[in-house]
């Protein structure tokens, strides 16, 4: 079985790290793959990483050749899947799409936080997000898939557990996650140059971030009740990895050793899901490069509170790993084909 695929906006960091791990997947062939403004250019020549694993040239969008394709990643600025996805879809191609477009359920909520209207409204209600750890079902039978967010992977992830069990309160959440600066793209900025960057640390979007509405939507689906989360983003002067560090006020004392066999026994059987031992400290380098997340469970003195520590890359788990992994299940193949390399050290 080999899957033809196509890559839309193939020339930023999700669309690298999706050639990448496509092009050493067994059972996918890339066999298009776009960018606007790179038209002709070999990607070989743009990304030298791939010399000798791609011989394709980027190519200006092309329906017809899309339609040959049987999945084609979006990993494109938001608004673009939205218009163009449909076509495709209504042709019996699938699509995994790894900007918002889709995540959101409600059209209102999108155009508030995106500042646009949503054009392909009549998809939202049969697009499936993207987190195969709580919607692997859903994902199998899915046509269109909206992956989760780098942040909001995190978090859910990190709360799961505890929002599943009922035992904290849902309306006091606090999510203090931190990001290198690879998440903002690849799009030439003054904040993201290295001299902004480097040797500096601060929080942004303090007044609200596009994510919470995603955040909140997923978190209360877990809990099935409303739930309200602070989350306060930061960018830290490393290049890719986010750490989440996660606060969840506990309905009743719970000894950290419940705590954590309540993490242990949630993620058993999650291949990519790594619950430290007690006492641990997860480090974004030890997920850097790989679909892994890493997570341990603690709690505060007086036990009212607990805190869970969350690391991810971005742009795997985080991205274009959560994106492979989600075609895996859409076609029947081995969930973690093509996406069991350990992270590299140091």
């Known amino acids: 079985m080999t899957i033809k695929v196509g890559i839309v906006g193939a020339t930023g960091y999700t669309g690298a790290e999706l050639l990448r791990l496509l092009s050493l997947h067994e059972a996918v062939e890339v066999v298009w793959v776009g960018s606007r403004k790179e038209v002709g250019v070999a990607v070989s020549d743009y990304f030298e990483n791939l010399r000798g694993r791609c011989a394709l040239r980027f190519s200006d969008y092309d329906t017809q050749a899309l339609l040959q394709c049987e999945v084609v990643f979006f990993a494109t600025p938001h608004v673009v899947c939205m218009q163009q996805a449909p076509f495709l879809l209504e042709n019996g191609v699938k699509v995994i799409d790894l900007s918002a477009d889709f ?15 949503h054009v392909a409204q009549e ?16 994902i ?12 909001p992977t995190a978090v859910q992830l990190g709360f799961k557990p505890l929002l599943e069990a009922g035992l904290v309160e849902t309306g006091r959440l606090i999510a203090d996650v931190k990001s290198g600066v690879s998440g903002a793209g690849r799009e030439a900025k003054v ?8 040797d500096n640390f601060k929080a942004y979007a303090l007044t609200g971030h596009r994510h919470q509405p995603e955040i909140e939507q997923q978190l209360s689906l877990l809990a099935k009740q409303a739930v309200s989360c602070t989350f306060v983003p930061h960018l830290l002067p490393m290049i890719r990895g986010i ?6 006020p506990l309905l009743e004392a719970l000894s950290l050793e419940r705590l954590q066999l309540l993490y242990e026994q949630c993620y058993q059987s999650e291949y990519f899901v790594d619950v430290m031992p007690l006492g641990s400290h997860p480090q974004t380098r030890t997920v850097r490069g790989s679909n892994f997340v890493r997570m341990a469970v603690h ?14 890359d971005n742009l795997l788990k985080g991205a274009a790993g959560q994106a492979v992994q989600c075609m895996n299940l859409m076609f029947g193949l081995e969930e973690t084909l093509g996406l069991t390399q350990m992270a590299y050290l140091p």
Do not use: D, I, M
Request: hydrophobic share 50%; charged share 20%.
């Open 140 to 151: 199998k039978h899915a046509r269109l898939v909206a992956a989760a967010g780098c942040y």
């Open 299 to 312: 709690q505060s003195q007086n036990q009212a509170l607990a805190v869970v520590s969350v690391v991810e």
């Open 191 to 198: 904040a993201n140059l290295f001299s902004e960057v480097s």
């Open 243 to 248: 750490e989440a560090t996660l606060y969840a």
């Open 123 to 138: 998809w939202l209600a049969e697009a499936v997000y993207g987190l195969p750890e709580l919607n692997r079902e859903a």
């Open 103 to 117: 995540r959101l359920k409600k059209a209102e909520l999108f155009t508030k936080w995106y500042g646009v209207e």
